[in-house]
């Protein structure tokens, strides 16, 4: 380059400024690499209630610590997985876009294989958001077990003032492994009415008791993450009122609140005004939603609490009584920047509830298709099946992957119907979606006849609760190709296959890079990486053998006849040292509806008989 020219030129300044902003931008933004052997950890007493329990951890420490980071760094979490036992794993960034980088949203069979024992993935990716996410395994089950932390990306360029920051996680406990509650209490035909083990405890910050130092004249940002498996939890701060600034990664206008509703997966920033006096400490409890529970065990203690620590001279107590939970809706929050992607030109409309299944277990059905994986990862199916436009059908992905595929760009209003009694807290990879509505409780389906609440500067999040028997509408903007899922962040039930896909510009998945080990741990494992959802790369139309849930339950079977059924026959089965899986043994019920309490109880005790009868080692 030469300085002969004393006055540049319009473009010569440009390519200047360019200069100097990519050397700016390479001065600043550093790689962070996170080793992250993935281990087995033996007897922690995590509440110091005398429950020691195996956890699953990093580098042989939990809690994990969370990752922190700034705007435009290079994350790499490489992970070593060292699981005992030939157990694989896996690891997803909650809310990062990973646009044009599918490959590093971490889902076995959807984005990856899972990872094998002894493998290494270098997850892989450019911090281009802000705010506050979590990472944790998307395989198995395995983040109620423990693999899961927080991970803020701090913003050089935050529009809010404060002097500290505290990453303030929540969390629900049980003191037996969750892989093995899954199918020992869960997902068995002894639970046909799918009721979810209750948590044994709660927990702030992986502990009881936990404290925060609060110093007068400070403001804090208190920033809420639930890691749980299950529960929400509304927290509430004694005598301190929160301003919440952040929900999942995403600023929101100030709103002063005295409770945050949270539900697994959704975060909250909140800035905390310190008092000016250090003559007491303040507590902050953490309330977990027992109406989520089928069963309240005795003597259930549903709160955890931690500590404004301003003096550790003196006394944890309360001293005010607590105040009412005030419940604002959330749905309501307005983000700080609006954005506007224009009508929809894609409707898609969903509904849920749950059903008894051949096998006798409980399942969650969407559009009356229970959640299976593919037999190749979705977004290898994508990737391999570019020709005469098999990638751009649904069929193609499987028939139980719940699978919708939309074009490069498309505007998409997604309505959420959930025909079951409990709540659900919904989470879509790849996006934040905004919330253009919201139906009340026992709001009913969504019906676009009807006058609508619709938001004007509608929240973007993540992840959202959808009420008991009511409705959401959502909006995105379909710009990141890819195979993304659409799921209730429950652990249970994504064990239940409350799951749908969405394949995004499928067309444009080819231009999408992958490191090498990808493909390399699916054929280490035997798992195929190119062809339908079935493992089919001959012929893509064809579907045979691809993953079913059970079939159906016979004809006029309810759920709460099988739990009848159930229940006498376990009662009748103790001392007989043989348990008879009644699916197979038992005589159908007649077809008409039974919704009778007689009826139910009358064919109960039949059925119970015909099973002592065929169960009889002598026939
Ligand atoms: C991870 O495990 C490898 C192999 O045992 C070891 O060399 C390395 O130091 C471990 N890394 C950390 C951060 O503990
Ligand atoms: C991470 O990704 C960047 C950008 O694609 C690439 O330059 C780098 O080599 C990758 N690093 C690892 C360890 O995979
Ligand atoms: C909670 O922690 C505080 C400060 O560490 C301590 O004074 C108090 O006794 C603890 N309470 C319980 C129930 O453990
Ligand atoms: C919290 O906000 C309410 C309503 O604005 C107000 O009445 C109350 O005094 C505030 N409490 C504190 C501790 O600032
Ligand atoms: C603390 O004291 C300062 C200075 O007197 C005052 O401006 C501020 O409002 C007080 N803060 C609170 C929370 O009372
Ligand atoms: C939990 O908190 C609620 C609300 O303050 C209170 O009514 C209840 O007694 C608490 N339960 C226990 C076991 O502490
Ligand atoms: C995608 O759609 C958005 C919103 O309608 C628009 O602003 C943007 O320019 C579009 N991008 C491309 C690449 O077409
Ligand atoms: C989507 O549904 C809304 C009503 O909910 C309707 O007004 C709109 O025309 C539909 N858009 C498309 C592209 O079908
Ligand atoms: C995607 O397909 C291309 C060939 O079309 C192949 O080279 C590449 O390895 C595939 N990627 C993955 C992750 O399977
Ligand atoms: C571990 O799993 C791999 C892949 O499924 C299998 O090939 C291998 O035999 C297993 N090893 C042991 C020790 O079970
Ligand atoms: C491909 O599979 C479909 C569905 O099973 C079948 O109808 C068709 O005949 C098959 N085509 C070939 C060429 O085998
Ligand atoms: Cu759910």
């Not at 094998?116 to 892989?124: C, F, K, Q, R, V």
């Not at 505290?166 to 002894?190: A, G, N, R």
């Not at 949270?262 to 920033?269: L, P």
């Amino acid at each position: 380059m030469t300085f002969a020219n004393p006055f540049p030129t319009k473009k010569g300044l440009l390519s200047l400024v360019l200069i100097f902003s990519a050397l700016w931008k390479s001065a600043l933004a550093k790689t962070r690499l996170f080793e992250w052997n993935v281990t087995d950890i033996d007897n922690l007493d995590v509440d110091q209630s005398g429950h020691p329990r195996w956890v699953m951890g990093v580098n042989n420490k939990w809690p994990i610590d969370p990752l922190v980071v700034d705007y435009g760094d290079q994350v790499i979490i490489k992970m070593n997985n060292q699981l005992r036992d030939n157990r694989t794993c896996s690891l997803h960034s909650h809310g990062m876009f990973q646009r044009h980088n599918g490959y590093m949203d971490g889902v076995p069979q959807m984005t990856q294989c899972s990872i094998p024992a002894g493998s290494t993935y270098y997850y892989n990716f450019t911090a281009s958001q802000t705010g506050t996410y979590w990472v944790h395994s998307h395989d198995m089950s395995q983040y109620p077990d423990g693999l899961r932390t927080s991970f803020v990306i701090n913003n050089p360029n935050e529009p809010y003032d404060y002097d500290e920051d505290y990453i303030i996680s929540l969390t629900d406990w049980y003191y037996e492994p969750f892989y093995k509650l899954v199918p020992e209490k869960f997902t068995t035909w002894h639970n046909p009415t799918g009721a979810e083990p209750v948590p044994d405890t709660g927990l702030i910050n992986d502990a009881v008791n936990s404290t925060f130092k609060m110093e007068p004249g400070k403001t804090y940002r208190f920033r809420f993450v639930n890691l749980g498996a299950f529960n929400n939890y509304d927290v509430m701060l004694e005598d301190h009122n929160m301003t919440v600034i952040e929900v999942d990664g995403v600023y929101t206008k100030p709103q002063e609140v005295s409770s945050i509703h949270i539900t697994t997966a959704q975060r909250y920033s909140v800035l905390v005004t310190a008092k000016n006096s250090t003559d007491r400490n303040y507590a902050m409890t953490a309330y977990m939603d027992e109406s989520l529970f089928d069963q309240i065990p005795d003597n259930y203690n549903p709160n955890v609490t931690a500590w404004l620590s301003y003096n550790s001279e003196t006394t944890y107590n309360y001293a005010d009584s607590v105040n009412e939970i005030d419940s604002y809706d959330d749905a309501k929050l307005e983000p700080l920047y609006d954005v506007n992607w224009g009508e929809a030109n894609h409707n898609v409309s969903l509904w849920f509830d749950f059903f008894t299944l051949g096998d006798g277990a409980s399942y969650a059905e969407i559009n009356e298709k229970s959640f299976k994986y593919p037999k190749v990862p979705g977004l290898m199916i994508a990737n391999s099946t570019d020709y005469d436009d098999y990638n751009m059908k649904p069929v193609t992905y499987g028939p139980y992957t719940n699978a919708f595929i939309f074009e490069y760009n498309e505007t998409v209003d997604v309505v959420i119907d959930n025909h079951d009694t409990g709540k659900h807290p919904f989470h879509l990879h790849g996006h934040v979606f905004q919330v253009l509505e919201r139906g009340e409780e026992e709001a009913g389906e969504y019906n676009d006849q009807t006058e609508h609440n619709v938001y004007e500067n509608p929240v973007r999040r993540d992840t959202i609760e959808i009420l008991p028997t009511s409705f959401v509408r959502l909006r995105f903007l379909a710009d990141n190709p890819g195979a993304w899922l659409l799921h209730c962040h429950i652990e249970w039930h994504m064990e239940s296959g409350l799951v749908a896909t969405f394949i995004e510009a499928p067309d444009r998945v080819p231009e999408i890079t992958a490191p090498e080990f990808v493909r390399r741990q699916c054929v280490m494992q035997n798992i195929d990486v190119s062809g339908n959802g079935a493992g089919n790369a001959f012929n893509i139309s064809d579907l045979t053998g691809a993953p079913a849930p059970p079939g159906e339950m016979p004809a006029g079977w309810t759920s709460k006849a099988i739990a009848t059924v159930a229940m006498c026959v376990l009662a009748a089965c103790i001392g007989m040292g043989s348990i008879v899986f009644y699916g197979i043994q038992i005589h159908p019920l007649p077809t008409e509806e039974l919704d009778d309490e007689e009826d139910l109880k009358l064919a109960a005790e039949e059925n119970a008989a015909n099973l002592m009868k065929s169960s009889d080692p002598v026939k």
